[in-house]
């Protein structure tokens, strides 16, 4: 059974940062690419980030890139990502997800990829507020 665990989310002022964590279990981790999702209030799902199995190549999505850093241990079976320069836009449930849309910089694919994930774990919620 697959098992996606976040934590690492709560309230965050403007321009601050914080570390997001997944723990993995269920598949091969060190054989899959990882992602993050987010859901925001009104605006549904958004692919932010994406991670290759040895954690070589990463993939941002435009609303994070600059700000965000994803990362893993795979002897942990651990996902992470270290958003900075928070903004209000960036208030949201964050999702660690098995695999990646094929083409991230495709909206119709990365909404049909999303339709079709099928493990998700419960979030961690990330508000971001003075």
């Known amino acids: 059974e697959v098992q996606l665990v976040e934590s690492g989310g709560g309230l965050v002022q403007p321009g601050g940062s914080l570390n997001l964590s997944c723990l993995v279990s269920?598949?091969?981790?060190?054989?899959?690419?990882m992602s993050w999702v987010r859901r925001i209030p009104g605006k549904g799902l958004e692919w932010i980030s994406g991670?290759?199995?040895?954690?070589?190549?990463?993939i941002y999505a435009d609303s994070v890139k600059g700000r965000a850093t994803v990362s893993r241990d795979n002897t942990k079976n651990m996902l992470y990502l270290h958003l900075s320069s928070l903004k209000s836009e960036d208030t949201a449930l964050y999702y660690c997800?098995?695999?990646?849309?094929?083409?991230?910089?495709?909206?119709?694919?990365?909404?049909?990829?999303?339709?079709?994930?099928?493990?998700w774990g419960q979030g961690t919620q990330v508000t971001v507020s003075s």
């Open positions: 269920g598949f091969i981790f060190s054989t899959a690419w």
């Open positions: 991670i290759d199995a040895g954690g070589d190549n990463t």
């Open positions: 997800v098995k695999d990646r849309p094929r083409w991230p910089d495709s909206p119709e694919v990365v909404a049909g990829w999303l339709e079709e994930v099928k493990n």
